[in-house]
């Protein structure tokens, strides 16, 4: 099992920044990738970036070039650093790890609110 808790949510006026973070526990030494889902209200959940174990990235079109994912290997934590963030934006922010298996683990989620 992997736990993920997530934090960095928060209110930002649009063209502001935000850094999120994932903290992973567990048998993190099976998960194979990570990544930051967003849910908006009324609205699937859908992917906004992730990054395997060996640092290849992939990003959602609506997020490229505003976006980055990272992680520290020694704390067993993700980023996602926002800047340029738009109300469109707004969601709740889920962390989320993939095993060797295929099994997804998921936080709690973090909200992101942008006010125009």
């Known amino acids: 099992q992997v736990q993920l808790v997530e934090s960095g949510g928060g209110l930002v006026q649009a063209g502001g920044s935000l850094r999120l973070s994932c903290a992973a526990s567990g048998t993190i030494f099976s998960i194979t990738a990570m990544g930051w889902y967003r849910q908006a209200p009324g609205k699937q959940r859908e992917l906004v970036a992730s990054i395997t174990t060996g640092g290849r990235t992939n990003y959602a079109d609506s997020v490229k070039g505003r976006f980055t994912i990272s992680k520290d290997n020694a704390n067993n934590k993700v980023y996602l650093q926002m800047n340029s963030l738009k109300p469109e934006d707004t969601a709740v922010y889920y962390c989320?790890?993939?095993?060797?298996?295929?099994?997804?683990?998921w936080g709690k989620g973090t909200l992101v609110t942008v006010s125009s």
């Open positions: 989320n790890a993939e095993n060797l298996f295929s099994m997804n683990f």
